[in-house]
């Protein structure tokens, strides 16, 4: 009878990391957060996962022939991907642990193909299209360094300590991302340990957020009011050096 990896006895490691939260202000450029950890025995892989805990709906338009054009033919609805997806590991997760196991633990991006679903705004869907918004929306995050899977990142030290670091880039939002740090023996998943991250905005971009969420009226009539004063105050500028 099979049994879920999870459903198995998995040792608790010890793992930390250098910071559990992460503040994002206007002149945010991106951070990062070493991640420690245990193993409980020699010989072992390490493999850890970084996660949103939110989905990142997305908008997708697919191309296609029209006449001797290409333009927009189909738009679809996104649902079912994290903002963020990160794997490093000691060595290639295929070498680790069979797909029956990483498709259990969520690993791979096989895994988040099949967990995201489409639904079309303006066209039918047909089949290579889930493939085809997938890969559009892989590129996408990689570019911005929110999807990477770093299969040589991960060292383990004198046979018991591994040590590594995430990035979270500048397109990372407010919320909660989780590292799972998963330990494997000889194909079997024998230790886990879980760390938090929050990323909560401050300052000037906390008072935005907020008088957006609280009050989207006066949000919106001080935004018209700011873009009016930059247009004016561009406008000076202009003149100002057009006059020397």
Same mark, same amino acid.
């Given at each position: 009878?099979? =049994?879920?990896? *999870?459903? !198995?006895?998995?040792?608790?490691? +010890? /793992?930390?990391?250098?910071?559990?939260?992460? $503040?994002?202000? #206007?002149?945010?450029?991106?951070?990062?957060?070493?991640?420690?950890?245990?193993?409980?025995?020699?010989?072992?892989?390490?493999?850890?996962?970084?996660?949103?805990?939110?989905?990142?709906?997305?908008?997708?338009?697919?191309?296609?022939?029209?006449?001797?054009?290409?333009?927009?033919?189909?738009?679809?609805? =996104?649902?079912? *991907?994290? !903002?963020?997806?990160?794997?490093? +590991? /000691?060595?290639?997760?295929?070498?680790?642990? $069979?797909?029956? #196991?990483?498709?259990?633990?969520?690993?791979?991006?096989?895994?988040?193909?099949?967990?995201?679903?489409?639904?079309?705004?303006?066209?039918?869907?047909?089949?290579?299209?889930?493939?085809?918004?997938?890969?559009?929306?892989?590129?996408?995050?990689?570019?911005?360094?929110?999807?990477?899977?770093?299969?040589?990142?991960?060292?383990?030290?004198?046979?018991?300590?591994?040590?590594?670091?995430?990035?979270?880039?500048?397109?990372?939002?407010?919320?909660?991302?989780?590292?799972?740090?998963?330990?494997?023996?000889?194909?079997?998943?024998?230790?886990?340990?879980?760390?938090?991250?929050?990323?909560?905005?401050?300052?000037?971009?906390?008072?935005?957020?907020?008088?957006?969420?609280?009050?989207?009226?006066?949000?919106?009539?001080?935004?018209?009011?700011?873009?009016?004063?930059?247009?004016?105050?561009?406008?000076?500028?202009?003149?100002?050096?057009?006059?020397?």
């Amino acid at each position: 009878m099979f =049994v879920p990896a *999870l459903a !198995l006895a998995v040792q608790e490691v +010890a /793992t930390d990391t250098s910071a559990s939260e992460i $503040d994002i202000g #206007l002149m945010f450029a991106g951070d990062h957060v070493y991640f420690f950890g245990t193993v409980p025995e020699d010989g072992v892989d390490v493999v850890v996962l970084l996660e949103s805990t939110e989905d990142e709906p997305a908008v997708v338009n697919v191309k296609g022939r029209v006449g001797p054009l290409w333009m927009n033919t189909k738009q679809f609805s =996104v649902s079912g *991907l994290p !903002l963020m997806y990160k794997i490093h +590991a /000691t060595r290639p997760l295929n070498e680790i642990m $069979d797909k029956a #196991l990483a498709r259990e633990l969520g690993l791979g991006y096989d895994v988040l193909k099949e967990r995201m679903s489409i639904k079309p705004i303006r066209g039918e869907v047909e089949e290579g299209d889930k493939d085809l918004v997938f890969d559009g929306i892989l590129k996408t995050r990689q570019d911005e360094n929110l999807y990477n899977i770093d299969e040589k990142r991960v060292e383990v030290k004198k046979g018991r300590l591994f040590k590594h670091y995430f990035r979270f880039p500048s397109k990372a939002k407010e919320g909660k991302y989780v590292a799972t740090s998963f330990i494997f023996k000889d194909g079997r998943l024998i230790g886990k340990g879980v760390d938090e991250i929050v990323i909560k905005k401050t300052g000037l971009e906390a008072m935005i957020a907020t008088l957006a969420h609280s009050h989207p009226a006066l949000y919106g009539v001080l935004a018209v009011f700011l873009a009016v004063c930059a247009g004016l105050f561009v406008g000076f500028i202009f003149k100002t050096r057009g006059g020397h």
